[in-house]
């Protein structure tokens, strides 16, 4: 129906148009109504669509104006009906063009709203360029020439209000404007290039200086195209991101990726990523099921994995009516990989979490057993020791005399390894102490063991435990096995952000076989990202030597 | 002639202890007790008694106590597998004259009650801090043994001062998650509220680093 009302309005319209050709030329009175028909054919398309039906009726009823001037006209006129006409739209066509947009912009009304907001700004930017281009046509230019510029103004008008009306988003208003600066910019550039030479040339009396000039100026202002583009795309991306991920940005970001100890802070970085790529501020990650509270003004996205939330991106778009459709987009896109950012992260935290746990319970464990040991053969080995002690005062045989030795010796072995290998003995002291106290056990009996310590701050629990055991095993290997009389004993932190650990020993050398001792270390030194090696050193005895990170999980 | 009462509850280290008591000129064994209310029961005054630390049916140093308000005359020396600093004091400041580890050479467990006898003070090796805590019990009840790790890296940051929303922040979390796994905390803990959950957090050595 509406469709077809425009069509006639648009026949009504266009009939003083189709009356005016006499011959081949037009009457001047007749062309003044060749820009009108345009709102009828734009009229059919927005009531065809059935978008804002309200736009299309008052473009329909704009494409009636002609037919309406020439009935205006009609009364005063005799068979000079075209003059009448034409004097008419010369009195009028201002005011006429005025009272059009005021329609336009009652048709097209106002929301609150940036969609709302931006298509009225165009409507009335494109309004004042047509009044104003309607005024200085109406005081300069002749009938006939204005009623061109008329028709011009009036098809843009409709052309323009179709695609306001269409359109279901718009880009903000300043990226346009920088597009006229960055246009306005070149062809300023080859003017100025063009003038300069023109003057230049004229002076130097070279041939043809005018066609000289405009080929200056055209070069110029292509050789400045490149830069004036360059400047649009950067001043666009800081405003509202690049749309992408340079090369450059991946790089900045990613660089210091292998000193991350928690694998958590891959997410600061992959939040890091959607704000360079979409423009946003303020970009933040949450890891889990539950939802985060949103900051007023955020916006915040769940993050799926085969159906399951894994996390929810956060976004503060610095702007209350919320994210450019363009970033938006961008964000959608993305979503799917952040979410598997997310699992990953999630689950090395899980693992993360695991190895701990073990880890305790395997101290816990440790101790457990070293404990029992302790408190059950403990006492055994004493009550033996001060038995056999007591016969051998009493009646002595050489199996007493050979078994009070060994039993001491046992009860020094008891002693070292409850010592030694528990991390109970860290529970309340720090790790100097508990070492000299631990020296001080072996310390003696015609043996020397000598301790360096240069540790500059507090190590993570784990590591200390591991640098505890490392010295108890290094300094029980050089007295069982290599049989030394002297060993010496240095921890000291490096620079490089490790704890070092060397156990030397004037030992008997040779090659030496790692043991259960010895390798469980190895492989904590390994988790804990160190490691432990063992070998011969070049005066004699053996070199004990771990490193151990001390950043981690303090 | 010194007269020695000893009390410890394993026979092995009784019987040896006894033993050797009794192989020693100038010691005589006058009583043998394996538990604090045999050792009570006891009539016959000693000069100097071993006693052990740990007793089924009580504490050594209590015993101790009791015994010296009987007999004010008493030496006595506390004999443990322990030799952790708080025990040391403890016994000393309830007035025992000595402290010796089980494990010291039996000569020098023969020695200390001499020395106890004559009325001086005995500190054995081991309790004069070369072993300390690394002769370490069965392991200390720890409260926060509950906990797995992805608990205790909130309640590390919670000992830390930092308010919820922080530690979410922190740990990449929702204030909600970080909120039910408190509360989860709490349960397994058996406590009612934060800052109980902080205190046991804080004595489990937590915050430090």
Not at chain 1, 35 to 44: K, L, T, Y
Not at chain 1, 277 to 297: A, C, F, K, R, W
Request: charge should be negative; include cysteine.
């Amino acid at each position: 129906m509406g469709v077809v009302v425009a069509a006639v309005a648009t026949g009504f319209g266009a009939l003083p148009l189709l009356a005016g050709f006499a011959g081949s030329s037009v009457s001047t009175g007749a062309l003044y109504g060749a820009g009108w028909p345009a709102f009828g054919v734009a009229a059919a398309l927005l009531l065809d669509r059935g978008t804002e039906p309200r736009v299309g009726w008052a473009l329909a009823a704009l494409a009636l104006v002609p037919a309406a001037m020439v009935v205006i006209a009609l009364p005063t006129a005799g068979d000079t009906v075209w003059s009448r006409v034409e004097d008419l739209w010369r009195a009028a066509d201002v005011v006429v063009v005025l009272l059009t947009l005021v329609l336009l912009a009652w048709a097209m009304g106002y929301a609150p709203g940036r969609t709302q907001r931006r298509r009225l700004f165009w409507l009335l930017v494109w309004s004042a360029v047509v009044v104003g281009t309607v005024v200085v046509a109406d005081s300069t230019l002749d009938a006939r020439a204005e009623a061109v510029v008329l028709t011009l103004g009036m098809w843009s008008l409709a052309g323009l209000v179709t695609r306001l009306t269409i359109a279901s988003e718009f880009r903000p208003v300043d990226e346009p404007l920088v597009d006229v600066v960055a246009v306005a910019l070149i062809l300023a550039i080859g003017a100025a290039v063009g003038v300069v030479v023109r003057l230049a040339g004229t002076r130097a009396g070279i041939p043809a200086p005018v066609p000289t000039a405009a080929f200056a100026a055209v070069m110029s202002t292509a050789l400045a195209w490149p830069a004036a583009a360059w400047w649009r795309r950067s001043w666009l991306a800081r405003r509202y991101g690049t749309g992408t991920l340079t090369p450059a940005d991946v790089a900045s970001i990613t660089a210091d990726l292998h000193h991350l100890t928690d694998p958590r802070e891959l997410l600061a970085k992959a939040a890091e990523m959607v704000a360079a790529s979409s423009g946003h501020p303020e970009v933040t990650l949450v890891l889990g099921m539950d939802s985060p509270d949103v900051p007023p003004g955020w916006v915040d996205h769940p993050l799926l994995v085969g159906g399951d939330r894994v996390g929810t991106l956060l976004l503060n778009p610095d702007d209350p009516e919320g994210p450019e459709p363009r970033q938006a987009r961008l964000v959608e896109q993305l979503l799917p990989t952040v979410a598997l950012v997310c699992r990953a992260v999630g689950l090395a935290v899980e693992a993360e979490h695991a190895r701990q746990d073990v880890a305790r319970e395997r101290d816990a464990e440790r101790a457990r057993i070293l404990g029992d040991l302790h408190d059950g053969l403990g006492p055994v080995l004493a009550g033996m020791s001060m038995r056999v002690q007591a016969e051998l005062r009493r009646s002595p045989t050489p199996l007493l005399e050979s078994l009070a030795p060994e039993l001491a010796e046992a009860r020094g072995d008891l002693r070292r390894i409850v010592s030694g290998l528990t991390p109970l003995a860290l529970h309340d002291s720090d790790l100097a102490g508990a070492l000299e106290r631990l020296i001080a056990t072996f310390d003696g009996d015609g043996r020397q063991v000598e301790l360096e310590i240069a540790v500059e701050h507090p190590l993570p629990r784990e590591v200390t435990v591991a640098v505890y055991r490392s010295v108890a095993e290094g300094i029980t290997n050089a007295l069982r096995h290599g049989r030394a009389s002297h060993v010496a004993v240095r921890v000291a932190t490096t620079v490089a952000g490790h704890v070092a650990v060397d156990v030397r020993d004037d030992g008997v050398g040779g090659p030496i076989a790692p043991g259960v001792g010895l390798t469980s270390l190895q492989q904590r030194a390994e988790q804990l990202g160190g490691s432990l090696a063992v070998r011969p050193h070049d005066e004699g005895g053996v070199l004990l030597h771990v490193q151990l990170p001390t950043k981690g999980a303090a | 002639m010194t007269k020695v009462m000893v009390v410890d509850d394993h026979p092995i280290v009784l019987s040896g202890l006894s033993a050797l008591v009794e192989s020693e000129d100038g010691l005589e064994l006058v009583a043998a007790a394996r538990t604090a209310a045999e050792a009570r029961a006891i009539t016959t005054e000693p000069d100097v008694a071993v006693l052990d630390l740990e007793l089924p049916d009580g504490d050594g140093i209590e015993l101790g106590t009791t015994l010296k308000r009987t007999w004010p005359g008493l030496r006595i020396v506390m004999l443990t597998m322990h030799a952790d600093d708080q025990a040391v004091i403890r016994s000393l400041g309830a007035g025992m004259d000595g402290y010796l580890l089980k494990d010291s050479d039996p000569e020098d467990v023969l020695a200390a009650i001499h020395t106890a006898a004559r009325g001086a003070l005995v500190l054995g090796r081991g309790a004069s801090g070369a072993v300390v805590a690394a002769a370490a019990s069965a392991p200390r009840t720890d409260a926060l043994a509950a906990l797995d790790a992805r608990d205790l890296e909130i309640l590390e940051l919670l000992v830390q001062g930092l308010p919820t929303s922080q530690v979410a922040a922190r740990l990449f979390l929702a204030p909600k998650t970080v909120r039910n796994r408190v509360s989860e905390m709490l349960t397994k803990l058996g406590v009612a509220s934060r800052d109980e959950a902080i205190a046991l957090g804080q004595a489990g050595g937590l915050g430090r680093s």
